[in-house]
T-cell receptor, first 109, second 117 residues
């Protein structure tokens, strides 16, 4: 079964707004990674956050991790048209990286 | 520095045939994982190869098999193809590190789009 589930499944926002996606998981993890995928192409690695970290930043991206709630969030600030893509969280546990079903983000002009 | 490369990019096969997909990992990586991604779904873990052995396996039948070579490149073989095997097949490379092996960031290739007719 999928171990990382994203919420919402789909999100449409106006360009310039912030987008927040959430990810929940069921069992303990070593780390959690967020990926972006454009239209059926390969996945692009965005951020890895370790289980002992609570927050990480990379440019316009901010990822938080709450191990007590078994959840993570990805915030994209000042969204752009190029941010339109599917976003996946991937839980890294026991050497396997397991993906959720993803959030489809659409940035409206 | 070449990233993860996969070949071919597209492939059309007939039901019952066999297919081999190839992956070269990112330089410095020693682990290759394979994923199947159906349209509109997240990638599903097939298996992982490390030190030329299958280290982990997802819920896929024995028709799916693989191999890792001494140079860390890998092949995914699928026998007796079914229509349901049509998907994007993704290869990811990473580095298993530490006394308790933990994956570093995994980097993905662009995938092979397999269509079974």
């Amino acid at each position: 079964s999928q171990q990382g589930e994203e919420d919402p499944q789909a999100l449409s926002i106006q360009e310039g707004e912030n987008a927040t996606m959430n990810c929940s998981y069921k069992t303990s993890i070593n780390n959690l990674q967020w990926y972006r995928q454009n239209s059926g192409r390969g996945l692009v690695h965005l951020i890895l956050i370790r289980s002992n970290e609570r927050e990480k930043h990379s440019g316009r991206l901010r990822v938080t991790l709450d191990t007590s709630k078994k959840s993570s969030s990805l915030l994209i600030t000042a969204s752009r048209a190029a941010d339109t893509a599917s976003y996946f969280c991937a839980k890294n546990r026991d050497d396997k990286i397991i993906f959720g079903k993803g959030t489809r983000l659409h940035i409206l002009p | 520095d070449a990233g993860v490369t996969q070949s071919p990019t597209h492939l059309i096969k007939t039901r019952g045939q066999q297919v081999t997909l190839r992956c070269s990992p990112k330089s410095g990586h020693d682990t290759v994982s394979w994923y199947q991604q159906a349209l509109g779904q997240g990638p599903q873990f097939i298996f992982q190869y490390y030190e030329e052995e299958e280290r982990q396996r997802g819920n896929f039948p024995d028709r799916f098999s693989g191999h890792q070579f001494p140079n860390y490149s890998s092949e995914l073989n699928v026998n007796a193809l079914l229509l349901g095997d049509s998907a994007l097949y993704l290869c990811a490379s990473s580095l298993l590190t530490g006394g308790v092996k933990v994956n570093t960031e995994a980097f993905f290739g662009q995938g092979t789009r397999l269509t079974v007719v």
